[in-house]
């Protein structure tokens, strides 16, 4: 028996834990995919992970690579189940959490309620010092008090401590030692200070990122730490790698001390995936997107980078002000816009698709179980493009006559007949992501036609050719198993850092050397970070990104800058790329100076990813799975009778066009008229718009 | 399938997109623009007008600049009246309250007309305020200005670009009367590239769907937020409700507010003369304030539009304080606005405490402090507005720490920036516990915000409005506390300002920014003793003045 590679992902949701495990031969380099799903299980969650691998049939001990995706994080924040924080900051700056920004994006609303924050006045004391924003000590750091403050959390039941002192960015010097004076005092107590997660500038933001990283420290400690005991009681000789929100993974040591680089994690993996299947199929500038039950997600690669940033806030919308966390996450945009998504009519005959979901109870109308509104799957099954006599793979039994009812309220309310109140809802919904995907593409400066669309999720494919045909994009492609994507996005992610430091500069001669420093400096840490998990520093790639603006200006233009250091004599050629990037994005440029705010360092390394094998066409024409014809409502283009092909069956090298329906238990794609498919050598579907 | 061009769907769609294209416009300002006071506080507005100048959708901003555009552009299109006077890829200009810029010098409003072929299918436009447009103080603003030609240049509605090409005479007069050209430069051209952005989605909207179809999809916004706003008055108290106040300055203002199913008439006639000094406004300042109190008053949520505010009747009388006569000042027309928003507010607030809070610290506590940077060399100047407390609500404490009704999408400056940028040392940021301000409901906390100066020679301006007159209470809640600034200086000795212009202030001495309490709403016997615990405990209230208000027994 030949050599094999086993790479499993394990994905923790809110209802399912999914699996997927490839099997590499190495010689046939030929995958064997295993996918399995069992019940999450709260709030023991590696239970669910065991019993996943067990019902795929996946024995532990003979896995080479693990990565694992959970939304423990984000559901200790949203539902508030973090522990008691106290929080330790620069005197006079207490009320910091609290003062926030100040502002309210819910404008005329004169209750606007803001923001309650993480942590009590109480709990909020301060230490006298200070640093100022050059890094120099101006008063120094008196930890007299400490040990009084720490007695009075420990009375009050404070579990987790956060440190955050004024430009902490610049010099961590006092954070430091007072970490390591708590550590000493309290050694029980989680504690973690700002400048071990961020450091960047802007005092709210980055003690609300302590403070939220502490509130859900010990949970995830504890998560962690009995995710990897299971697994290797049950024979995992290696260490799983945990899932992060800049595409990432990342080591489990390393998560468990900062677990609020965990956030955004599961859309992450999705939009890597998207990222590493333009490199795959020669398609580098993708728009993916990623439309689940209750929210349809996008973000914008080009040339095969995925954008992170850290200007990320949980719970911020029109009407709030939401919570920032500073830390690496993929630059996305997400609106409340799933198959789920319900349909409504507002007292002034307007018609509103979500943000409401009917969620997996009682779910669309035409579950049966009990759900009485119209949802955007209501519709999609109404019109034909769902089949529904294989709804959900065959497993559900759809109830079209609660559809109807629920529809035709819709059209009542609109003074329309069904057929025309679904085509508005599909019409609605399609908008609002259109909506979204200007918002990372034009937005940005980016034409969406120079893109390729990958759309990814349950149901990606069934929106993604008219989503395309509104922006002028002309590629539209759906991965092969497009509903377990994210896992597949897991397994193709490296080791991978994203390093934000805070630094002014000009760009005048003379200014390279202090710029080359604050890289290598970085880089220094990145790599004393990999080696003491045991990687080769030859093994580790960076990418410097510089961070411009014009001089007196704030938001700041990240630019990729070409590898190598940086020398007086290629300021010149840094200041060009930055106006052009900044012309792209704004239609004008200044003859202004320029200036570096600061760096973003990518560090990664590979680590045991898989490499796909394409397949040469099979010569068998797609009529051999053709399941059939039916009448599919395509909205603004009519009614069509469409060819139905088995999507388990297709081929590498199978043609046909439009209009058509792949079905496959997990997605239904929708191939309007006069669209030309074929099936590459991956087994992803293309399709290319007249 | 229904006609394609006339669906309400379409419509509907058409709808949402010059929503996402007024956001749009927002973005790309606020990411482009030089001064703090635009791209940190967000003292600007966008928005999207129809042909004639009628304000179809606005951006996020501050609410006090969104029904300013309208009066801009509508200036702009009588002006520009000739065939041929409008260009594609003109660009407007104007800043002159007496000429469609309403609110004062500094703020210049920039629109750019949408063509589809030779015709004028919409504009876009947004406003901002720029650091310095020149006149006899830093930053434009002086409380000693006399007439308006103190207050900076005056830019009467005029063209800035022509078909495309920048006219350099005119960016070389704005600049050369300026403090701080290149920062004028750099703010006008953020304005400049969002409004282009704005058109180039408008023309590609109206392409899609069709000149007529694009302009009847503007036009039922306009009547749908009408609708909304009938639907709201009608459920609103009807009769006529008076009130007066005394002002900070000993005088007093008057309100008249009739609401019935169709009409909501605000009646200020009754009110002093315009003031020689800068705190006049604009007529068209007070109806901005009216349409905002109105839009809070009925939906808050739904669209803002030039429908919203057709049930709306203004009247005022030319040459009063809230109906300056040119050539008034009008720099500081933001402490007068805010106080006519206020006094319609409480005049309300007694009829409709559902739909409105108590007072709440109500005022913009413009402050403005400059010198040089001692890093840099360079010079700086802080333009900022103050978070305050806000009053109680109904069944709810008020907010700490929040900018007033004028502002919302407005970000207060972190002291990590601003100790970089200005050179200037923040030793603290802090919720101020002053008393006041309890009841039932509490109203909410102010800051106290400690600038020290660190180079001789540096100045400041303040105006502060509610600095002896303190922010109401309702249905028996206590009155909240002041908004002032002091200035303790190094060599001994403290002063107190509300309203100062051009101050000296030294290294080492130190700017105190006090901001108040907002009202109470409620007999504080009533309230909660958990809460007043967790008042006492979290600081913001003595043990011995919580036993006395309160009877809280410890």
């Excluded at chain 1, 403050?149 to 961590?172: C, R, W």
């Excluded at chain 2, 290149?182 to 953020?190: I, M």
Aim: hydrophobic share 40%; proline share 5%.
């Amino acid at each position: 028996m030949a050599e094999k590679t086993i790479r499993v992902a394990t994905d923790v949701g809110g209802t399912f834990t999914d699996l997927v495990c490839f099997e590499t031969g190495s010689d046939s380099g030929i995958a064997r995919i295993v996918t399995a799903k069992s019940d999450t299980t709260p709030p023991n969650f590696e239970e669910g992970v065991l019993n996943v691998l067990e019902k795929g049939g996946v024995d532990p001990a003979s896995v080479d690579f693990l990565a694992h995706g959970t939304t423990v994080v984000i559901n200790a924040l949203t539902e508030r189940k973090g522990v008691k924080v106290g929080l330790i900051t620069t005197e006079g700056f207490r009320d910091t959490l609290e003062i926030a920004r100040g502002n309210r994006p819910d404008f005329f609303n004169l209750h606007y309620e803001k923001p309650k924050p993480f942590v009590p006045r109480y709990l909020r004391r301060e230490l006298p010092g200070r640093i100022n924003y050059h890094g120099e000590e101006m008063t120094p750091l008196d930890l007299s008090a400490l040990p009084a403050i720490l007695e009075d959390f420990k009375a009050d039941g404070v579990q987790a401590v956060a440190v955050s002192f004024l430009h902490s960015y610049a010099n961590p010097a006092h954070e430091q030692a007072t970490l390591a004076e708590v550590r000493e005092l309290w050694p029980e107590a989680a504690v973690v200070a700002s400048h071990q997660i961020t450091r960047e500038w802007r005092e709210y933001e980055r003690t609300n990122t302590a403070v939220l990283s502490a509130y859900v420290q010990p949970i995830a400690e504890r998560y962690l730490s009995r995710l990897a005991g299971g697994l290797k009681e049950k024979g995992f000789g290696k260490s799983p790698y945990i899932m992060q929100s800049n595409c990432g993974v990342d080591s489990l040591e390393a998560v468990s001390q900062i677990p609020i680089t965990m956030v955004e994690s599961g859309p992450a993996s999705g939009f890597w995936g998207a990222a590493e299947l333009g490199k795959l199929i020669d398609e580098p500038d993708v728009l993916a997107l990623d439309i689940g039950g209750t929210t349809a997600k996008c973000s914008l690669i080009e040339d095969g980078q995925v954008k992170i940033m850290t200007d990320y806030w949980i719970e911020r919308d029109r009407t709030t002000a939401g919570y920032p966390i500073m830390v690496p996450v993929v630059d996305l945009v997400e609106i409340g816009n799933g198959g789920g998504s319900i349909a409504w009519v507002d007292a002034f005959g307007k018609l509103h698709v979500g943000p409401q979901s009917a969620g997996a109870v009682p779910g669309p109308a035409a579950y049966g179980r009990g759900g009485t509104e119209a949802t955007t799957t209501d519709a999609n099954l109404w019109l034909g493009r769902i089949n529904r006599d294989y709804f959900c793979g065959g497993e559900i039994e759809a109830d079209m006559a609660a559809a109807e009812k629920a529809i035709k309220a819709v059209g009542e309310k609109l003074g329309v007949d069904a057929d025309e109140a679904a085509r508005g809802i599909i019409r609605i919904a399609n908008n609002n992501m259109v909506n979204a995907l200007k918002l990372v593409s034009l937005n940005r400066g980016h034409d969406p036609r120079d893109f390729t669309l990958v759309a990814f999720g349950g149901g990606g494919a069934m929106h993604a050719v008219a989503l395309a045909q509104e922006l002028g994009v002309k590629k539209v492609v759906v991965p092969a198993a497009a509903s377990v994507f994210s896992a597949w996005g897991m397994m193709m992610s490296d080791l991978r850092r994203d390093y934000f430091v805070t630094r002014l500069a000009d760009l005048k001669p003379g200014a390279a050397e202090g710029i080359e420093g604050v890289f290598a400096e970085t880089e220094a840490r990145a790599i004393r970070q990999f080696e003491a998990e045991g990687i080769d520093a030859s093994k580790v790639k960076f990418l410097r990104y510089g961070k411009f603006r014009y001089q007196n200006q704030e938001h700041t233009t990240e630019v990729l800058l070409d590898s190598g250091k940086i020398t007086d004599d290629r300021l010149p050629a840094i200041e060009a790329a930055f106006h052009e990037t900044y012309e792209r994005e704004y239609t004008y440029r200044l003859d202004a100076p320029v200036e570096m705010v600061g760096i973003h360092l990518v560090a990664s390394a590979e680590v045991g990813k898989l490499t796909m094998t394409r397949r040469e066409p099979t010569g068998a024409a797609a009529d051999a799975v053709l399941k059939g014809r039916r009448k599919v409502d395509y909205a603004l283009e009519g009614i069509h009778e469409a060819a139905i092909y088995d999507g388990e069956k297709l081929e590498p090298g199978m043609k046909f066009t439009g209009p058509a329906i792949v079905e496959d238990p997990g997605s239904t794609i929708v191939v309007h008229p006069g669209n030309a498919v074929e099936v590459d050598g991956y087994g992803n579907i293309r399709i290319e718009l007249k | 399938m229904s006609d394609r061009t006339n669906d309400p769907i379409t419509l509907e769609i058409i709808q949402n997109s010059l929503q996402a294209t007024a956001d749009e416009m927002f973005a790309a300002m606020k990411k482009a623009a030089m001064s703090s006071i635009i791209y940190e506080v967000l003292d600007m507005g966008t928005g999207i007008l129809d042909a004639k100048g009628r304000l179809a959708s606005s951006g996020a901003g501050i609410p006090a600049f969104i029904g300013v555009l309208d009066k801009a552009v509508k200036v702009i299109v009588e002006k520009f009246d000739h065939p041929g006077d409008i260009q594609p890829g003109d660009v407007f200009t104007t800043n002159d309250p007496y000429q469609g810029g309403v609110t004062h010098l500094n703020d210049i409003v920039v629109a750019m007309p949408v063509f589809v072929g030779d015709r004028i299918i919409a504009w876009t436009a947004n406003i901002a305020h720029n650091s310095d447009i020149g006149g006899i103080a830093p930053g434009s603003l002086s409380g000693e200005a006399t007439e308006i030609f103190q207050e900076g240049l005056r830019l009467p509605a005029i063209k800035l670009i022509s078909e495309g090409e920048p006219i350099k005479p005119v960016f070389e007069i704005m600049k050369a009367n300026s403090r701080m050209p290149d920062f004028l430069e750099g703010d006008v051209w953020a304005a400049i590239a969002s409004v282009r952005i704005g058109a180039k989605r408008l023309a590609e909207l109206a392409g899609k769907y069709g000149i007529d179809t694009f302009e009847r999809a503007m036009a039922s916004f306009m009547d749908f937020g009408e609708k909304v706003s009938l639907t709201e008055l009608s459920r609103l108290p009807h009769g006529t409700f008076a009130l007066s106040e005394e002002q900070d300055d000993g005088r007093i203002y008057n309100v008249k507010i009739t609401i019935s199913d169709t009409e909501f008439v605000v009646d200020l006639r009754d009110n002093p003369d315009q003031d020689s000094g800068p705190t006049n406004t604009s007529r068209d300042g007070v109806m901005v304030c009216a349409q905002m109190i109105f839009k809070s008053l009925t939906d808050p949520y739904s669209p803002c539009n030039e429908g919203s505010f057709r049930p709306i009747r203004l009247l005022t009388r030319e040459g009063s304080v809230f109906h300056a006569r040119e050539p008034a000042p009008i720099g500081f027309y933001f402490e007068t606005e805010v106080r006519v928003y206020d006094l319609m507010w409480r005049c309300l607030a007694n009829h409709a405490s559902e739909r409105l809070a108590a007072g709440h610290f109500s005022s913009i506590c413009g402050t403005f402090i400059g010198g040089t940077h001692p890093d840099t060399g360079r010079h700086y100047t802080i333009i900022e507005p103050q978070l305050g407390g806000w009053g109680a609500s109904e069944g709810r404490d008020g907010n700490s720490a929040i900018f007033s009704g004028f502002h919302g999408e407005t970000f207060n400056t972190p002291a990590e920036i601003s100790e970089a940028r200005n050179g200037l040392f923040v030793d603290r940021m802090e919720l101020n516990p002053a008393p006041g301000g309890e009841g039932q409901w509490t109203g909410g906390h102010g800051i106290r915000l400690d600038y020290r100066i660190r180079v001789d020679g540096s100045f400041l301006t303040a105006g502060y409005t509610r600095s002896k007159v303190l922010p109401w209470a309702l249905e028996g809640g206590r009155e909240g506390s002041p908004n002032y600034v002091e200035v303790i200086r190094r060599e001994g000795g403290t002063e107190r300002y509300s309203f100062v212009s051009s101050l000296t202030v030294n290294k080492d001495d130190v700017i105190r920014i006090v901001t108040g309490t907002g009202g109470g709403i409620g007999d504080p016997k009533a309230r909660d003793p958990e809460k007043v615990r967790e008042d006492v405990r979290n600081g913001f209230i003595t043990p011995e003045r919580a036993k006395e208000i309160y009877g809280f027994a410890g």
